[in-house]
Nanobody
């Protein structure tokens, strides 16, 4: 039992930066991540971080996005740099117990936030 609350979404220009935050409350497992859903398409994994600090990134965000966690406050962040129009999507914070070699599968995660919209203009 728990809840996730995302914030930080909004509009940005191509090449710009944006930082998303996710505050976890209640009982949340130590693994967290970010997924996104482009309008008209299925959800896709963006990045994850496990309880040991191991991070995983989707190929399309490597070198541009950085996931981090403030363990003391159980807050997750996603720093997005060099944004592209194709990054436009609803971004979801997730949590669970996931130690798979490829954790960017939505079926693996137990808790989901309601999402925060990111729109990148050219």
């Amino acid at each position: 039992q728990g809840a996730l609350a995302e914030s930080g979404g909004g509009s940005a220009q191509a090449g710009g930066s944006l930082k998303l935050s996710c505050v976890a409350s209640g009982h949340i497992n130590d693994c967290m991540g970010w997924f996104r859903r482009v309008e008209g398409k299925e959800r896709e994994g963006v990045a994850s971080i496990d309880g040991d600090g191991t991070t995983t990134y989707a190929e399309f965000v490597k070198g541009r996005f950085t996931i981090s966690k403030d363990s003391a406050n159980n807050t997750l962040y996603l720093e997005m740099n060099n944004l592209k129009p194709e990054d436009t999507a609803m971004y979801y914070c997730v949590a669970g117990t996931v130690y798979e070699s490829n954790p960017l599968d939505p079926q693996l995660w137990s808790f989901w936030g309601q999402g925060t919209q990111v729109t990148v203009s050219s």
